[in-house]
């Protein structure tokens, strides 16, 4: 039980494009997913917690308008890059929480090339 | 200020032989410790899930240990295989209904045959 899938696990756009990237629960209810970013040899860096039906709750130095995350039911969660730039390539990891454990449940990560 | 920190940053071993991995945390409150393995360019798989109150959980050859009074944790890998390969981050959940995960910079071991 507890599966995360995310889509697409890889995409190459152009600079200036848009690109949406999709995680849901499989088999549980997430009641709140979060997005991550992650660098070559670093570690996770939390950028947003979205609630389902509530706004995403935004860390300190992530761009709102450039990061957008709806959570519109509790299965779902979509991230959309907008107006991707190169420095905007990099690996992202959605995971999702449940009501009834304490457990994180990672997708598979998107690996997005922006040229 | 909420951390985890970790040693060693990256490890070589032969296959078949054991490892340990360490993580020091301050995650104030604190509710667990948790210990995932990521692949190269895949998502973290949980491997346990530890609370102050537990010292030692197991996962097949996976041991985690947890001394909730150093705050030291320790991630035991016995009879390694090339698979283990992999980045082993060690993350500190904060307390609460929707307390923060603290992550780890994550060791980098290498099992070579």
Known sequence: GAVVSQHPSWVICKSGTSVKIECRSLDFQATTMFWYRQFPKQSLMLMATSNEGSK?????????????INHASLTLSTLTVTSAHPEDSSFYICSAMGHAWDGYTFGSGTRLTVV | KNQVEQSPQSLIILEGKNCTLQCNYTVSPFSNLRWYKQDTGRGPVSLTIMTFSENTKSNGRYTATLDADTKQSSLHITASQ???????????????????????????????P
């Open chain 1, 56 to 68: 995403a709750t935004y860390e300190q130095g992530v761009e709102k308008d450039k990061f957008l």
């Open chain 2, 82 to 112: 090339l698979s283990d390969s992999a980045s082993y981050i060690c993350v500190g959940r904060g307390g609460g209904s929707q307390g923060n995960l603290i992550f780890g910079k994550g060791t980098k071991l290498s099992v070579k």
